[in-house]
C-alpha cells in the first residue's frame, strides 16, 4: 500500500504539491472565519433548510444539500465539506486531463485555478449555492466524457444532473443548449454510426434535462402557485439592466411602466447599479411610497422590460457583452455600478450582512457558539487574496480562446479527436457566464469559470500542438481503399455477435481493465484460465471478455459458467478477427485497457501487475511479454530458432529491438489496437506489433514465462507452414504501413511547396 502510494505521488508530484498547498489555505480559511461565512443569500437557504419552499427568489437544491450536513456537523460542517469538494474539483480536473492524455504538467496547472484562486476558498467558506453549482457541472462533463460516445441512458442522467444545477442556480437553466450540441456534434468521440444514434442520445439528454426541470416547475406550482424555478424576483432577470438604461420619457408607457420606470437620469442609475434595481427598488417601503395600493409590481416590471428591449436592445445587447468581458479582465477591479467587489473578499473582521443579533442567532442555532474571526489568519488570507493570490481573468480568456481554436480545428486539433471533448466544458463554462452577465455582472458569478475554462484550454492546447497519447488513433497515416475494405467494421458476423451480446448484457460498461480472450475449442482449458483472472490489478477492477469465434464444441458455455463476459461469433473466421471484435467492443463499452491472452493456458496470469503497470504509470503504449527476456518451458527447436530470426527481421525493420515478436500475453491502452490496420485472420500478434512500431507506439518488452498448453492442440498448423506463413504476415505488414506512410506525408511535402511556387 505504501510502495503505490509512494509511485503514485512521485508520478503525479506537481498535482500531489497543488492540492496540499490547497490543502493548507482551505485549513487556515476553516480557522480563520468560523463556524462560517454567512452571506445575505445565505439566510434565506438557513431560513428554507426542512420547509423546502420552491416560491422564492432561489431554487431549493442546495437546501436539499444543506440538510442533512447541518443535522451532522452544523455550519462547521458544510464548510468542511465544501472544501473538501473543492479539492476534489481539482482533483477531478486533473484527472479527466489525464484521461484524455493531456500531459501531467499541463493538467496540473489546469487544475490549480480551483485548488489556489483566494475567491474560490472564500466561496466554499461561504453558505452558498456556487460550490454545489460547480461540483454538478463538472459531473455532467465527466458523463458526457469519461466513457467515449455517450450512450442514450448516460446522456439521460447526464441531462438529470445538469436539471439539478438548475435547482441549485437556475442561471444553469440554459447549460443544456451547449451539452446537446455536444452530444450532436461529438463525432471525434465515436466510431462512425451516422446521425440516428447521436440524434436518440441527443434526445435522452434532452429529455432527462427537460422531465426533471418540469417536474421541479410543477412542484412549485402545487406547493407555492408559482411555475418556475426560482429567478431574481418579480420583475424578472432583465429588469435591473432595464431599469437602468431606459427612457423613461422617449418611450410609450402605459401609467403603470411609468410609475417602474426610474426617474433618476441615466447616468445616476449606472453609478447605482443593477443590483438596486433587481433586489431594493422595489422593498415595500418604496413600494407603499411610490406606488398605488394593489399594484402588481412584478407585471408593471415585466411589461416594462419587454418594452426597454424591443425599443432599446443595443442598449442591452451592449451591456450584457460589457459585463460578460469584464470576468476576462486581467486583475478583479470593479465598474461603476457593479456588485460591490469586497462582498468576495476576506475582511480583518468577521464580515456581517445582516444585524448582528440576527447573526449570531443563526450560527448559535446550528453551532452552540458565536462569530469569530482571527485577525492574523484573516489578514494572512486577505493579503495573499489582494496580493495576486487569484486566477487573471487574461488567462481564463486566454485557455477559452484556445479551446474555441481547437474546435474549429486550428493546428493538429482536427484530427485529434479532441475537438468534441473541447467544446463541452468551453461551451458550458461561456454559456454559463454570458447567461449570469444577463442579469447582472458579479465576480461570485464568474466562479463556474475556474473548473471549466482551464479544462477546456489544456484540451485545446494539446489538441492544436500536442499529440494526446491516449487519442493517437487520429494521427496514424490513413490506410489505402483496399485495407478500409478488408477491415471494415462491423461486417456481418460482427453483427450477429453484437447484437447477440447486447441482448445478453444490455447496456453494461466494462471495468477499467478487460482481459480479452479469443477461443476456438477450448473449452478443456479455458475454464482453468478464467479462474486465473484476479478481480484487481495495479489498484484498477479487471473484467474479463471471451470471444468465441465460431466454436464446436462447448467454449461459449464454460466461460459463461466461469462468469466471463462472453460474445459467440457464428462463424470461425480465425483468432485475428476474434481479437477485432474484442478490441471494438472494449472500446465501445468503456475499457481503459487491453490485456489478451491465450486460452490454452500457455501464459501466467500472475505476471498481469507486468503489463498493466507501465501503462497505468504512461511509460509506454502497449506491453508484451518476451519468452526470451523471461523462460520459455520445452520449446521445439525450430520454434525457438524462429523465435530469434523473426526478432531479428522485425528489429531491422522497425529500427527498434525486439526480442519476441509473437507472445501472446500483451497489454495495451484500449484505443491502440483500434488504430492500426488490422485484418489477419490468423497471425495477428506480428502484424499488431509491426503496425504499431511503424506509428511510432510506445512499446515495451516485459521478461515472462511460456508454460506448455494445458489441454489441447494447437491451431496454426507445421513449424514449416507456419514460419512462412508468419514471415509472409510480418514482411506484408511492414511493406502496407511503410507505403500508407509514404501517401499520407506526400500532400504535405507539396503543400509546403507551394508557396514558394507563388512567391516567384
Not at 445538469?162 to 471525434?188: D, E, I, K
Not at 474479463?544 to 459458467?561: F, I, P, S
Not at 502484424?687 to 518488452?701: A, D, I, K
Request: proline letters at 5%; hydrophobic letters at 45%; charged letters at 20%.
Amino acid at each position: 500500500m505504501t510502495t503505490a502510494l509512494t509511485r503514485v505521488l512521485r508520478r503525479h508530484w506537481l498535482l500531489a504539491l497543488l492540492v496540499l498547498a490547497g490543502l493548507v489555505l482551505r485549513t487556515i480559511t476553516q480557522l480563520a472565519y468560523r463556524p462560517a461565512l454567512l452571506y445575505i443569500d445565505s439566510f434565506r437557504y438557513l431560513d428554507d433548510v426542512g420547509v423546502f419552499y420552491p416560491g422564492g427568489i432561489n431554487p431549493v437544491g442546495y437546501e436539499w444539500f444543506l440538510w442533512p450536513l447541518l443535522g451532522i456537523g452544523g455550519l462547521t460542517g458544510v464548510a468542511v465539506v465544501q472544501h473538501l469538494l473543492g479539492l476534489a474539483l481539482g482533483v477531478g480536473v486533473y484527472v479527466l486531463l489525464r484521461r484524455f492524455g493531456v500531459r501531467e504538467w499541463l493538467a496540473a496547472l489546469a487544475s490549480a485555478p480551483v485548488l489556489l484562486d483566494a475567491y474560490q476558498l472564500q466561496i466554499e467558506q461561504l453558505i452558498m449555492s456556487d460550490l454545489l453549482f460547480q461540483v454538478l457541472l463538472l459531473a455532467a462533463v465527466y458523463l458526457l466524457c469519461w466513457w467515449g460516445p455517450p450512450t442514450p441512458k448516460v446522456a439521460a442522467v447526464a441531462g438529470g444532473v445538469l436539471a439539478l444545477s438548475v435547482m441549485v442556480r437556475s442561471v444553469g437553466l440554459t447549460l443544456v443548449l451547449p451539452a446537446a450540441l455536444f452530444v450532436l456534434l461529438a463525432t471525434g468521440l465515436r466510431p462512425p454510426g451516422g446521425w440516428r444514434p447521436r440524434l436518440i442520445a441527443t434526445g435522452a439528454l434532452v429529455a432527462g434535462f427537460t422531465a426533471a426541470v418540469l417536474g421541479y416547475a410543477l412542484f412549485g406550482a402545487m406547493i407555492a402557485g408559482k411555475f418556475g424555478v426560482g429567478g431574481s424576483g418579480g420583475g424578472g432577470v432583465l429588469f435591473g439592466r432595464a431599469a437602468v438604461v431606459a427612457n423613461c420619457h422617449e418611450l410609450d408607457l402605459t401609467r403603470q411602466e411609468q410609475l417602474v420606470c426610474p426617474d433618476e437620469p441615466r447616468e445616476v442609475r449606472e453609478r447605482i447599479g443593477i443590483d438596486f434595481y433587481l433586489h431594493v427598488w422595489d422593498v415595500q417601503a418604496n413600494v407603499d411610497k411610490l406606488l398605488p395600493k394593489g399594484m402588481d409590481v412584478g407585471a408593471a416590471q415585466r411589461s416594462l422590460t419587454r418594452e426597454v428591449v424591443l425599443n432599446q436592445p443595443l442598449d442591452i445587447a451592449g451591456g450584457v457583452a460589457r459585463d460578460f468581458f469584464k470576468g476576462f479582465a486581467p486583475t478583479r477591479t470593479q465598474s461603476v455600478g457593479d456588485v460591490p467587489l469586497d462582498r468576495w473578499q476576506f475582511q480583518l473582521h468577521y464580515p456581517l450582512y445582516a444585524p448582528s443579533w440576527y447573526v449570531h442567532e443563526w450560527a448559535e442555532l446550528y453551532d452552540d457558539g458565536g462569530l469569530h474571526a482571527d485577525r492574523d489568519l484573516a489578514s494572512f488570507l486577505r493579503g495573499y487574496q489582494l496580493g495576486g493570490g487569484y486566477t487573471p481573468g487574461l488567462l481564463l480568456g486566454g485557455a477559452l480562446l484556445l479551446a474555441t481554436a481547437a474546435v474549429l480545428g486550428a493546428g493538429r486539433a482536427r484530427r485529434s479527436g479532441l475537438r468534441a471533448v473541447a467544446l463541452l466544458p468551453a461551451g458550458l463554462a461561456t454559456t454559463a457566464l454570458l447567461t449570469a452577465s444577463i442579469m447582472e455582472f458579479s465576480w461570485r458569478y464568474q466562479l463556474p469559470g475556474l473548473v471549466l475554462l482551464p479544462l477546456a484550454g489544456a484540451l485545446g492546447a494539446t489538441a492544436i500542438f500536442g499529440r494526446p497519447r491516449a487519442l493517437r488513433t487520429a494521427h496514424r497515416p490513413q490506410p489505402s481503399e483496399e485495407s478500409q475494405m478488408l477491415t471494415t467494421f462491423p461486417d456481418e458476423v460482427d453483427r450477429d455477435a453484437l447484437e447477440e451480446y447486447a441482448t445478453r448484457y444490455g447496456e453494461h460498461r466494462f471495468a477499467p481493465v478487460v482481459v480479452l480472450i479469443a477461443a476456438y475449442n477450448e473449452e478443456e482449458s479455458i475454464g482453468e484460465v478464467l479462474d486465473a483472472v484476479p478481480n484487481r490489478s495495479c489498484g484498477l477492477d479487471v473484467d474479463t471478455l471471451v470471444v468465441v469465434d465460431g466454436a464446436k464444441d462447448r467454449t461459449a458455455e464454460v466461460a459463461l459458467d466461469h462468469g466471463a463476459h462472453t460474445c459467440v461469433a457464428p462463424t470461425n473466421r480465425g483468432q485475428g478477427a476474434a481479437l477485432r471484435l474484442g478490441y471494438r467492443l472494449a472500446e465501445q463499452r468503456g475499457a481503459r485497457y487491453v490485456v489478451t491472452t491465450d486460452a490454452d493456458g500457455q501464459y501466467d496470469l500472475a505476471e498481469l501487475p507486468k503489463l498493466l503497470e507501465p501503462l497505468v504509470e504512461d511509460r509506454a503504449d502497449f506491453v508484451t511479454g518476451s519468452r526470451r527476456l523471461g523462460s520459455n518451458e520445452r520449446p521445439a527447436l525450430i520454434r525457438r530458432i524462429g523465435t530469434h530470426v523473426f526478432a531479428w527481421v522485425v528489429s531491422g525493420l522497425t529500427r527498434q529491438r525486439i526480442t519476441d515478436t509473437s507472445f501472446g500475453f500483451r497489454g495495451m491502452r484500449v484505443e491502440v489496437p483500434n488504430s492500426v490496420t488490422l485484418q489477419q485472420p490468423q497471425y495477428q500478434s506480428s502484424e499488431l506489433l509491426v503496425g504499431l512500431l511503424s506509428h511510432g507506439y510506445r512499446v515495451l518488452e516485459q521478461p515472462m514465462r511460456m508454460l506448455p498448453r494445458s489441454a489441447g492442440v494447437s491451431k496454426k498448423g507445421s513449424s514449416l507452414s507456419y514460419g512462412y506463413r508468419y514471415a509472409k504476415v510480418v514482411l506484408g505488414t511492414w511493406w502496407r504501413e511503410r507505403r500508407s506512410s509514404a501517401r499520407a506525408q506526400a500532400p504535405a511535402e507539396e503543400t509546403v511547396s507551394e508557396p514558394a511556387a507563388v512567391g516567384e
